[in-house]
């Protein structure tokens, strides 16, 4: 019986941490879409599309194996060709190995491309805003290096939000440095943690070998405080990570763009050097960023290609959608029906397709009937869809070649001859 109930289970609910995208919500999506391509366009960014999976070594090289994503949230399985193969854990690997698989290097730089509705795959324990499939908007920058780029990327951001209606965003900035200054401060962070580290988490103890930076970002409480007056990066950077950071708060400034200096910015994904940013979400769920990025100088390179700055950011459509909906600010859903074609008996059918076509062609959103409902259910339909109007095909109107129009607000009918009765009820809904 149990294996029964399961097997019912396993075939009618999603995987967990999946979800729908249902008919009735998809508006939403598309209206966030829609400004996320007028942003990325009106910044000079064009779209890239990368398969969904990739070969495994590419996020172990290019996220970093020490990363709680590559050590525990990856999917990754053999395919039958015994080829190790992972589903997306984040977007910017994929757009790096596109960049170098076309050469586009060689290309006019920078190279300006976003991926939109990029579904992406970690196995984290599901909750509100957190996902098991989820989809990102990300814009990466390749062959920039000056602090313009950030500066641009978080612009775009604002905008993005911004014309979405959020309000109250600011934007958590703050720079872990480069090869040249954090190996001298990981050494100082390594020294002060010394004696406290006992006293840590497990994970910390694990990231103080490999990559204690990491340790910055624990949420535990007791770690907190032991981290309290632990040395930052930002007082460790060299002069060039210093100088770059200071600019950057200058172009941002100049934006009249809010941002935090927060020393504990760190982000989980190994590529970063110099500067990192978040936003977090307004909502109010500890932890949850709606939107993480920063340079990645070295990324290109460490997969082989020629020594290219870049940075970019990746954006969680449903933390976004999150955040609108806690906020108020979803779009009404769009009407399906804007002119419902009635007939007046199953002879009329035919007609009643044929003027529903017409109205389509004419740039009409219509429909007719196609369950062979009465007209009494046909009516009853065309309000439960809110069309605005209903067309009835047939009676003395179809034997005088004219077809009448109800407004279903006023009631108010109109009769148009069939020849131009489509041109005419679009111009009614003009
Ligand atoms: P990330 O911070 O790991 O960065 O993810 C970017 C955004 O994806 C997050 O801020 C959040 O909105 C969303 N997100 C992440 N995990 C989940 C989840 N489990 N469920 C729902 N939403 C989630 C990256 O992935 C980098 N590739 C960003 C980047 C691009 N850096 C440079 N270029």
Redesign the pocket.
């Known amino acids: 019986m149990a294996g029964n109930k399961g097997g019912v289970t396993m075939l009618t609910q999603a995987p967990r941490g999946t979800k729908d995208v249902l008919p009735t919500d998809s508006y939403r999506w598309q209206h966030v879409e829609a400004l996320m391509r007028k942003t990325a366009a009106e910044a000079g960014f064009r779209e890239v599309r990368t398969p969904v999976f990739e070969h495994t070594e590419l996020f172990l090289r290019g996220v970093g194996d020490t990363t709680d ?1 590559v050590q525990k949230e990856m999917y990754t399985f053999k395919d039958k060709g015994d080829r190790s193969i992972t589903l997306k854990p ?3 690997a994929g757009a790096v190995r596109a960049f170098l698989e076309s050469s586009l290097y060689a290309d006019a730089l920078p190279c300006k491309m976003y991926y939109l509705n990029a579904p ?1 795959f ?1 196995y ?1 324990a599901p909750q509100n ?4 499939e ?1 989809h ?1 908007f ?1 814009m ?1 920058c390749f062959g920039g290096k000056e602090p313009t780029v950030e500066a641009e990327l978080i612009c775009a951001l604002f905008e993005l939000l911004g014309g979405l209606g959020l309000k109250n965003l600011s934007v958590h900035i703050n720079s872990i440095g480069c090869p040249e200054c954090r190996p001298k401060y990981h050494q100082k962070l390594k020294e002060y943690l010394g004696e406290r580290l006992s006293d840590m988490c497990p994970t910390c103890q694990e990231r103080f070998a490999k990559n204690p930076l990491r340790i910055l970002d624990c949420k535990e409480e007791k770690c907190k405080q032991e981290l309290k007056d632990a040395p930052v990066m930002l007082d460790n950077l060299c002069d060039e990570c210093r100088e770059h950071f200071e600019k950057l708060k200058e172009y941002l400034t100049e934006a009249g763009i809010k941002f935090v200096v927060d020393p504990r910015i760190v ?3 190994d590529y ?1 050097t110099k500067t990192v940013f ?1 936003i977090i979400m307004q909502s109010g769920r500890e932890g ?7 340079r ?1 100088d070295r990324l290109v390179e460490e997969l082989g290609g020629p020594a290219t700055p870049a ?6 459509i ?2 976004i959608l999150i955040e609108l909906t806690t906020q108020g600010l979803l779009p009404e859903a769009p009407g399906i029906t804007d002119v419902y074609v009635a007939n007046l008996g199953a002879d009329m059918a035919v007609p009643a397709f044929t003027f529903t076509q017409a109205l389509r062609k004419a740039g009409v959103k219509a429909d007719c009937d196609v369950c062979g409902r009465s007209l009494k259910a046909q009516f009853k339909f065309a309000d439960k869809v809110n069309a605005k109007y209903v067309a009835i095909m047939g009676g003395d109107e179809y034997a005088r070649g004219t077809v009448k129009i109800r407004n279903m607000q006023t009631r108010e009918e109109v009769e148009f001859s069939l020849d131009t009765a489509a041109e005419e009820t679009a111009n009614l809904l003009k």
Not at 129 to 132: T, W
Not at 311 to 316: L, N, Y
């Open positions: 994503i984040e977007g910017t992406i970690r984290e805003g957190r996902l098991r989820h990102q990300g990466e982000r989980g994904l970063y978040e949850l960023a709606l939107c993480g990025g920063g990645y940075a970019g950011f990746g954006i969680g449903e933390r």
